[in-house]
């Protein structure tokens, strides 16, 4: 963010190992022709939290350093779209619910709604990982393309051990996410 800005765009993420991101993008690479995520773009969003003064982020960081969880495991599990296949504006990746990913994420969300009154999500929480934005929904072929694609993407395992606060700067190129604190389970 440029300096002497009152706010910071934030969210609330796991990142994903380095060979599942590797690989990712090299089924990302497979299929040219669209803007898919960055290698740098790829985690697990566990809320986004818009624009946050900064004058919130210490107090917001202490208050996440103190969720006390355990590490925990998640596996790739299947692809969809949001809103949805017939309409699409956004292809995921998603991973398993488990019990101790819907943890972390109420514990999370009550600090948040404790340290700068955020009202939980109404939406169901769907872990995923965000591979491509549509402009305009494609064509089905092109739909059933990508689906098909990665029907054959190989099974994953996710350790999770910290989860992160980034920034994220949007320009013309996209977001820039910036890492700002790690929260270690």
């Known amino acids: 963010m440029t300096e002497g800005l009152e706010y910071k765009r934030l969210f609330i993420a796991i990142d994903l190992p380095g060979s599942l991101k590797k690989e990712l993008v090299k089924q990302q690479n497979q299929l040219p022709g669209f803007k898919w995520a960055s290698i740098n773009q790829l985690h697990l969003t566990l809320r986004f939290l818009g624009n946050v003064s900064i004058s919130n982020i210490k107090l917001l960081c202490d208050s996440l350093e103190n969720i006390n969880d355990k590490p925990f495991k998640m596996h790739v599990f299947g692809t969809g779209f949001f809103p949805n296949a017939k309409r699409p504006s956004v292809f995921w990746l998603g ?7 819907s943890n972390l994420k109420n514990k999370i969300d009550k600090v948040l709604l404790q340290i700068l009154n955020f009202e939980p999500e109404k939406r169901d929480f769907v872990p995923h990982i965000t591979l491509l934005r549509f402009r305009r929904p ?23 051990s910290r989860f992160y606060l980034y920034s994220s700067e949007l320009s013309q190129h996209g977001a820039t996410h910036k890492i700002e604190q790690e929260f270690v389970l």
């Open 138 to 160: 494609p064509r089905k072929s092109v739909i059933q393309q990508i689906i098909e694609h990665f029907a054959k993407f190989p099974a994953q395992e996710v350790a999770v």
């Open 95 to 101: 991973l398993d619910s488990t019990a101790q990913l």
